[in-house]
Nanobody, 124 residues
Framework: QVQLVESGGGLVQAGGSLRLSCAAS????????MGWFRQAPGKEREFVAR????????YYADSVKGRFTISRDNATSTVYLQMNSLKPEDTAVYYC?????????????????WGQGTQVTVSS
């Protein structure tokens, strides 16, 4: 069983930055592939960023490429999402997710465990 706890959300003005954190339980965090997803009211959950356990490969949604960066610290079992140049359309609940067996997919269905989410609100 993997438990994920997100933090770092909040209210920020357009153009500002936030850093989301996701702390994972378990001794095998370094073996998990990790992802960030978001869901705005009335919309489906959508992919934001993902990275493999080796951290050698990172993937981003086109809408956040160049503005967001996913990273991980295996020593503290934490994955991060640095969000810069935020826009009102980035407003959503952000979720981190863990994938045990690698599937090369950006679908939320490819992930096994989820956090409770953290709200990000970007004002114009």
């Amino acid at each position: 069983q993997v438990q994920l706890v997100e933090s770092g959300g909040g209210l920020v003005q357009a153009g500002g930055s936030l850093r989301l954190s996701c702390a994972a339980s378990g001794r095998t965090f370094s073996t998990y592939n990790m992802g960030w997803f978001r869901q705005a009211p009335g919309k489906e959950r959508e992919f934001v960023a993902r990275m493999r356990k080796s951290a050698a490969s990172r993937y981003y949604a086109d809408s956040v490429k160049g503005r967001f960066t996913i990273s991980r610290d295996n020593a503290t079992s934490t994955v991060y999402l640095q969000m810069n140049s935020l826009k009102p359309e980035d407003t959503a609940v952000y979720y981190c997710a863990a994938q045990i067996a690698y599937i090369s997919s950006s679908s939320w269905r490819a992930y096994d465990y989820w956090g409770q989410g953290t709200q990000v609100t970007v004002s114009s």
